[in-house]
């Protein structure tokens, strides 16, 4: 069982390009969620969906653009990379929202 | 604004003895929270939770105290080991108000000394 599993683990990226971090989960579960991590900020929502075809906006959302189209997957996309965009990024995953979330190990970003 | 606020950001602890974490919240519709470890490389995986219709929540060496008047919980591991070494993060949800989103502290490095 594979759980969460967040491609892929490294990325640098220049200023202005765009990129996808993947995501997906085995666990047939509804609600998925993604955080950035940063030094002394903790981890921050940016967007979630509580089912295929259903997202919305969590605390920091600006520059990053997100779809459901299949209960698995829950792709993050940069639309113009910012050096205040180099993060961790997680994934997450859950029955439904009032249950516990299962994380993916991260994708570390760096932008130039 | 942090509504959900982890004051210090490491502790160290000798082995065998107890770790106290706290964490301070500010949204009184909170009503679920959960803690959360951290090694380094890793994802987040889940500890312990408490729902605000309870005080304390036991599970094994670790428990979970909420003050709802103070809003404040904390996460006690009782003995310390060193395997307990990682940052260890509070997250809160209002389960009530359907709005589907978890806010998590800033997190706190526990360092259990052998």
């Known amino acids: 069982n594979a759980g969460v599993t967040q491609t892929p683990k490294f990325q640098v990226l220049k200023t202005g390009q765009s990129m996808t971090l993947q995501c997906a989960q085995d666990m047939n579960h509804e609600y998925m969620s993604w955080y950035r991590q940063d030094p002394g900020m903790g981890l921050r929502l940016i967007h979630y969906s509580v089912g295929a075809g259903i997202t919305d906006q969590g605390e920091v959302p600006n520059g990053y653009n997100v779809s459901r189209s299949t209960t698995e997957d829950f792709p993050l996309r940069l639309l113009s990379a910012a050096p205040s965009q180099t993060s961790v990024y997680f994934c997450a995953s859950s029955y439904d929202y009032r249950n516990i979330q299962y994380f993916g190990a991260g994708t570390r970003l760096s932008v130039l | 604004d942090q509504q959900v606020k982890q004051n210090s950001p490491s502790l160290s602890v000798q082995e065998g003895r107890i770790s106290i974490l706290n964490c301070d919240y500010t949204?009184?519709?909170?009503?679920?929270f959960l803690w959360y470890k951290k090694y380094p490389a890793e994802g987040p995986t889940f500890l312990i939770s408490?729902?605000?219709?309870?005080d304390k929540n036991e599970d094994g060496r670790f428990t979970v105290f909420l003050n709802k008047s103070a809003k404040h919980l904390s996460l006690h591991i009782v003995p310390s080991q060193p395997g307990d070494s990682a940052v260890y993060f509070c997250?809160?949800?209002?389960?009530?108000?359907?709005?589907?989103?978890?806010?998590f502290g800033t997190g706190t490095r526990l360092k259990v000394l052998a």
């Open positions: 949204n009184s519709m909170f009503d679920y």
């Open positions: 408490i729902s605000s219709i309870k």
């Open positions: 997250a809160a949800s209002s389960r009530t108000s359907g709005t589907y989103k978890y806010i």
